[in-house]
């Protein structure tokens, strides 16, 4: 049975999870019209998710996905946490601040998968990391289907060993924080070209495709790249349901594929963003940089007081780099739009095949 | 008039140029099988592309390319070669040789250039820089079809406002040296998924995607992002007709995109290639290597001896992110092979939307 008869889906098309910039407005809209809509709720609490996903099944009654972090939570020392801060504190002192050492460095993985298990998406989608099979089992038996996020083809063989349903083969194009889990950051920055059908080989499983699909055409290169669905999150970035601020949204729309860039500096995982003050600043230092979520933590702070201020020169502007191409209408408008864009382009490019 | 009927091609199937790697048998087994077929002449003198040009037209009457580097002859301070070749010489020393000065750093441009224009291929293509207007008048003048190029939607538009008949738009997973001849590598690093369409939307000639294509499918999906044809180096690097030897030939049948990189250590100028020692020793010093071509004169000879003794460990081992799918059959074959596998993934794709 394909991907999209099993999760009964109209359209190949998933709203790319966007932790702290998705909405339970977004997903649903997605959802209604036909893709499946994903909260990504890495650092959401379990309070969090269970609100998120009630908004969701308020709005609709079709299938969608609450994404989590795999992750555990560190123990930094107290010096690498000082130095960390000392580093940060110009940054934070441009709106009179100091760096402070937060609550907690990220929300519990423990709690957070049994509140999934609790809340029983129709999917339980993941990244950073990979589930035990025993994991997988769980959520089975809950009734989700699962997903595991792959940046290079050991990783999607590695999720298919443990038992996942499907896997979202994630191109180096994608915004937002790479899922890489196995080997090297800078080995991993596979195009979508080329890993997708590297992953649809290697795979007995469907593949979704992420990373730099923008619009209809993306979605049936994706296609026929042998992809059964497609996971697009800088498209449905600038959609009015998304939770980004004014300053977000007016960087995001003068962006181009080469104002992006991928840095560990931000956050202490690789993810790619708009290039500003906050990028260049920690990225000087990037080699100094505590490992994720320690540094994601301590910026935190100044990031949330940049958005109140309406300032992008100290946001995250996570993006892909296919930001260029994204559209800033309703996420029910965007995925019609979608799919009229994919059956075109599928007939076209069969009629002059 | 489409881009096929234009050059009076059956497919949309462009042999890329592989300096070094491609070979007058190869480039007409390509064109002859209703491609076209390319030498990269980068390297080769007029005498060289003479002779290479006349061994195509000798095996076949259809279109082929001649493909240029737009380069200028360095004059490097004898400080910076001595420096360079002190951290060659271990490597050297491997084979018992010492770093010698080589008799030229480049091939004369200008040179090349006027025996292109009277060799009048049907196609003249150009990578690493690019052409005035007045340049590429004299091309057209001489009969020439000309193509750039581009890394970036920049560069793309440079090359169609000096007058391009078309652009090569090479994603980051392509092999060999990167075309980048505006702004900053690392930000002009995207991959082909983003960066075709985007050219596509940004120009009003024919796109040809490059970057990760291995098989009919992504000739497909580069055909449903926009692009009239596809340029394919990595998939023809391993017919028989390539110039590579055994061992380079080994090293692809075994690599996996994870074991690509790309870096400016082995020649001063950005290629992709499979991680080996020569990349390992001379990327440790990356910073201090000198601009292209004078590194990539002062490696040649180690290159060479390497080549020889059959020691892929100090070859430059160029191959794009698909390098796991390329193919050991005769180009002709590969070519039919392609296009049975285009027109069906083509069919699958409008059949499922």
């Known amino acids: 049975m394909s991907l999209l008869d099993t999760l009964g889906l109209r359209l190949p098309i998933f709203q790319g999870p966007m932790t702290?910039?998705?909405?339970?407005q977004l997903a649903a809209a997605v959802s209604a019209a036909g893709g499946l809509g994903q909260l990504?709720?890495?650092?959401?609490?379990?309070?969090?998710?269970?609100?998120?996903?009630?908004?969701?099944?308020a709005a609709?009654?079709?299938?969608?996905?609450?994404?989590l972090f795999v992750q555990d939570t560190?123990?930094?020392?107290?010096?690498?946490?000082?130095?960390?801060?000392?580093?940060?504190?110009?940054?934070?002192?441009?709106?009179?601040?100091?760096?402070?050492?937060?609550?907690?460095?990220?929300?519990?993985?423990?709690?957070?998968?049994?509140?999934?298990?609790?809340?029983?998406p129709a999917v339980a989608s993941f990244t950073f990391g990979i589930l035990t099979a025993q994991q997988v089992e769980r959520l089975h038996g809950a009734?989700?289907?699962?997903?595991?996020?792959?940046?290079?083809?050991?990783?999607?063989?590695?999720w298919a060993d443990v038992g996942a349903d499907a896997v979202v083969a994630s191109g180096l194009e994608a915004g937002g924080h790479r899922a890489t889990f196995l080997g090297d950051a800078d080995a991993s920055m596979v195009g979508t070209m080329a890993l997708v059908p590297a992953c649809v080989d290697a795979l007995r499983i469907p593949v979704i495709a992420a990373g730099g699909i923008?619009?209809?055409?993306?979605?049936?290169?994706?296609?026929?790249?042998?992809?059964?669905?497609?996971?697009?999150?800088?498209?449905?970035?600038?959609?009015?349901?998304?939770?980004?601020?004014?300053?977000?949204?007016?960087?995001?729309?003068?962006?181009?594929?080469?104002?992006?860039?991928?840095?560990?500096?931000?956050?202490?995982?690789?993810?790619?963003?708009?290039?500003?003050?906050?990028?260049?600043h920690t990225d000087a230092q990037v080699d100094q940089?505590?490992?994720?979520?320690?540094?994601?933590?301590?910026?935190g702070a100044l990031r949330r007081v940049a958005a109140e201020a309406g300032n992008a020169d100290y946001l995250a502007l996570w993006a892909g780099q296919g930001v260029a191409a994204a559209r800033a209408v309703p996420a029910g408008e965007l995925v019609a739009l979608l799919e009229r864009e994919w059956r075109d382009a599928s007939k076209n490019i069969a009629a002059s095949a």
Do not use: K
Request: proline share 7%; charged share 15%.
């Open 20 to 24: 702290g910039s998705d909405t339970p």
């Open 40 to 57: 990504g709720c890495g650092m959401r609490s379990p309070a969090a998710m269970r609100e998120a996903a009630a908004a969701v099944r």
């Open 60 to 67: 609709t009654d079709r299938p969608f996905s609450l994404n």
């Open 74 to 120: 560190p123990a930094p020392d107290a010096a690498t946490v000082q130095a960390a801060q000392e580093r940060l504190a110009p940054l934070y002192a441009a709106f009179g601040q100091q760096p402070a050492t937060p609550a907690r460095w990220c929300e519990d993985f423990a709690a957070q998968f049994d509140t999934l298990v609790e809340l029983r």
């Open 143 to 158: 009734g989700c289907f699962v997903i595991g996020t792959a940046t290079t083809v050991a990783e999607a063989l590695a």
């Open 214 to 280: 923008m619009d209809g055409r993306g979605i049936a290169a994706a296609r026929a790249l042998g992809a059964q669905a497609v996971q697009m999150g800088t498209a449905f970035l600038a959609c009015p349901e998304s939770a980004i601020g004014p300053a977000y949204r007016a960087a995001l729309a003068r962006a181009q594929a080469t104002d992006t860039r991928t840095t560990r500096a931000i956050t202490g995982r690789h993810a790619r963003g708009i290039v500003n003050t906050l990028m260049r």
């Open 289 to 299: 940089v505590p490992a994720y979520p320690v540094q994601n933590a301590l910026t």
